[in-house]
């Protein structure tokens, strides 16, 4: 890893005053609540956010074991303390979506055939990565997590369309935590590196997994569940419309989001750019009131690190 800074970078995810707590959660998911068509209400699309659950735990090891090696360089103290935020969110978003997914096994999920496809495109493919590229890849995923939760804040109703709690928790609380540690990966990337050409690579590889890998290996799901459904107009219009609310322009998670995904191609991007603020606190008064909250029943404990008193 080539550490020598070139240039005086001031990392933003130090500026904003802004805690990113480590929130343990305890979900205790039950196979009879779990909705196979969580993602309003189709086969096709809830199947991807299936199979983007189980690719997540290995993208979110990936993450935490480059931000963790990297941690090292970072010469600002602010920013080290929010990369170790960072790893403490991730490690809980990889032990609950796990929880979850063994769940899924019970709902003719191929699980443990998809956990083996996941380690293998990781051990032998991005694991063998440099450790620059590893940094550039952790800031492209994170990327596009963070645009699939603006996403997702800006749509809230659609966690609404489906009765099962446990999931729209798991995903809300996902989704917050994504949108609250989304520049520190970049930070890092900037503060160790700041190589454009780099950034690029590592945003086309996370493009690649995300709405190409992931697709193609979510859309066996449904016929796994059903085979009949080949051969079923019902479910050829769900994959019609599981596209349109995937991919399509108007509405579809990155189709409509299209220019958000391609801003990180601009030389003088930042995370920060697109202010989620406002959707941050609405959605931590809504998630964590103590009373009302979402996620309130499902919290164990909550934590800053390395917070100065
Ligand atoms: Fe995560
Ligand atoms: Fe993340």
């Known amino acids: 890893m080539t550490t020598a800074t070139i240039h005086q970078y001031v990392p933003k995810s130090t500026q904003k005053n802004y805690e990113m707590p480590i929130r343990h959660m305890d979900f205790q998911f039950d196979a009879r609540e779990l909705d196979d068509t969580f993602f309003r209400n189709t086969e096709l699309a ?11 735990t290995f993208g979110e090891d990936l993450v935490i074991d480059t931000a963790r090696y990297h941690r090292q360089f970072v010469k600002d103290p602010e920013l080290k303390r929010l990369v170790t935020a960072l790893i403490g969110q991730e490690a809980i978003h990889s032990k609950m979506h796990n929880e979850f997914n063994d769940v899924l096994a019970k709902h003719r999920f191929p699980v443990g055939l998809y956990r083996f496809l996941a380690d293998k495109v990781f051990e032998h493919g991005f694991k063998k990565l440099s450790n620059r ?12 997590t963070a645009v699939l939760a603006e996403y997702m804040m800006k749509h809230e109703d659609i966690f609404y369309e489906s009765m099962d709690e446990k999931q729209r928790a798991l995903w809300m609380w996902h989704m917050l935590e994504e949108s609250e540690h989304k520049d520190v990966a970049y930070d890092v990337f900037q503060e160790l590196s700041g190589d454009y050409a780099l950034r690029m690579r590592g945003f086309v590889l996370a493009a690649f997994t ?12 449904p016929v796994i569940r059903k085979p009949r459904n080949l051969i079923s107009l019902r479910y050829w219009k769900d994959v019609r419309r599981s596209l349109a609310l995937l991919a399509g322009p108007k509405e579809g998670v990155y189709g409509s989001t299209i220019k958000h995904i391609l801003d990180y191609a601009r030389r003088d991007f930042h995370p920060s750019d697109h202010d989620t603020s406002a959707y941050l606190e609405y959605y931590k008064e809504k998630l964590l009131h103590p009373e009302t909250g979402l996620l309130t029943p499902y919290m164990t404990k909550e934590f800053v690190p390395g917070k100065r008193a």
């Open 46 to 56: 809830s199947a991807y956010f299936e199979a983007l659950s189980i690719f997540l």
């Open 133 to 144: 590229m590893q940094l550039s890849l952790m800031a492209g995923i994170e990327h596009f």
């Open 210 to 221: 995300i709405v190409f890998l992931i697709p193609v290996a979510a859309s066996a799901i």
